[in-house]
């Protein structure tokens, strides 16, 4: 159990209303976490958070709590869209408000569950390929010494001929 009194006394109401299960249910219905500890445990986010932080067997069955309720955080944007519906009387800002509460939805289910509602990898991530840097690097690789041959001092000439070209006239 908890040292801390206090913390001690929010697991005791979680498991009077149910158990972890019942708190965890409340996270895949798409509740935030905020509201599930004020209105619910009468506790602050961070308290609750500790709390579903305290083990790994329970922190495992927090993030698929999270990743289900990205699901029924999409859902709830499709029913913010549906309320607009062609024929009702609206205004502007009913439409820019709604807009507002879809995209927060989807923000929130894509940092929930990146595979289903994440953006697919931009290309900016991906390494850049052109012939010109191809060559660049088949010309940086030409020119690196080569490993198989020692280094060590430079060779004295023995022999050797001067040329000069004549310039024609």
């Not at 905020?34 to 308290?47: F, M």
Request: glycine letters at 6%; aromatic letters at 6%.
């Amino acid at each position: 159990m908890a040292a801390n009194p206090f913390m001690h006394s929010i697991i005791r109401k979680i498991r009077a209303e149910g158990g972890y299960q019942v708190l965890l249910g409340k996270i895949a219905d798409g509740r935030a976490l905020t509201r599930i500890a004020l209105d619910d445990y009468q506790c602050s986010r961070h308290t609750l958070y500790k709390i579903l932080h305290r083990n790994k067997k329970l922190w495992d069955l927090f993030l698929a709590a999270r990743r289900e309720s990205a699901m029924a955080l999409a859902e709830q944007g499709l029913d913010i869209v549906d309320r607009l519906k062609p024929g009702s009387i609206f205004t502007r800002e009913d439409v820019a408000a709604a807009k507002i509460q879809v995209e927060q939805r989807m923000a929130m289910a894509k940092a929930f569950d990146r595979e289903t509602f994440g953006d697919p990898t931009p290309a900016s991530a991906l390494p850049a390929l052109s012939i010109g840097s191809l060559y660049l690097q088949v010309l940086q690789k030409a020119n690196a010494p080569s490993k198989a041959l020692p280094s060590g001092p430079a060779l004295p000439v023995k022999e050797a001929e001067i040329v000069q070209e004549e310039a024609h006239a």
